[in-house]
T-cell receptor, first 110, second 113 residues
Framework: RKEVEQDPGPFNVPEGATVAFNCTYSNSASQSFFWYRQDCRKEPKLLMSVYSSGNEDGRFTAQLNRASQYISLLIRDSKLSDSATYLCVVNGDNFNKFYFGSGTKLNVKP | DVKVTQSSRYLVKRTGEKVFLECVQDMDHENMFWYRQDPGLGLRLIYFSYDVKMKEKGDIPEGYSVSREKKERFSLILESASTNQTSMYLC????????????FGNGTRLTVT
């Protein structure tokens, strides 16, 4: 079983839509959770950390559900510029190690 | 802002060559990582280092070695490059404990012919 699993998509949505991604993780001891954004042929860049209480940054909202071991990312009012691959990242037992989902591809269409 | 710098953006090497990929970070991070990223396979950890001269194998260390002689620099070495090592290589760093996120370099796209 993979440490972190994501729906690869693609999610094709019109501009202005709300879209949500989920990511499940297998290690109940994980303490740190992040969403990264990766544009084509570029490096991943931190989008937001995910806190236990949930957190919001503009149009982006991240949630953590420890009981069910998943994190989610909600994007409201999608923009063309949101088109990218979104990676879920979780730390492991060894807190120096990170595990990546395979990414969810989002295409926002005009 | 954290800066992680990889020495080359694009590299073309021949089969059998010894290849060095260099990575430097400027934020005094204890941890440094080398990943490779291939379509459909996501990011896979090759090696990581949590201190100078310390290293641990990741998920796919075969055919690779690393060197960390100084805290800010982490080198990935392909002992004898093969075509199946054609990939995007990403270096990253973080503080100890993975509480704070990874910061990535802008990647080296290596082609082995």
């Amino acid at each position: 079983r993979k440490e972190v699993e994501q729906d690869p998509g693609p999610f094709n949505v019109p501009e202005g839509a709300t879209v949500a991604f989920n990511c499940t993780y297998s290690n109940s001891a994980s303490q740190s959770f992040f969403w990264y954004r990766q544009d084509c042929r570029k490096e991943p860049k931190l989008l937001m950390s995910v806190y236990s209480s949930g957190n919001e940054d503009g149009r982006f909202t991240a949630q953590l559900n420890r009981a069910s071991q998943y994190i989610s990312l909600l994007i409201r009012d999608s923009k063309l510029s949101d088109s990218a691959t979104y990676l879920c990242v979780v730390n492991g037992d060894n807190f120096n190690k990170f595990y990546f989902g395979s990414g969810t591809k989002l295409n926002v269409k005009p | 802002d954290v800066k992680v710098t990889q020495s080359s953006r694009y590299l073309v090497k021949r089969t059998g060559e010894k290849v060095f990929l260099e990575c430097v970070q400027d934020m005094d991070h204890e941890n440094m990582f080398w990943y490779r990223q291939d379509p459909g396979l996501g990011l896979r950890l090759i090696y990581f280092s949590y201190d100078v001269k310390m290293k641990e194998k990741g998920d796919i260390p075969e055919g690779y070695s690393v060197s960390r002689e100084k805290k800010e620099r982490f080198s990935l070495i392909l002992e004898s490059a093969s075509t199946n090592q054609t990939s995007m290589y990403l270096c990253a760093s973080s503080t100890r404990g993975a509480v704070l996120p990874l910061h990535f370099g802008n990647g080296t796209r290596l082609t082995v012919t």
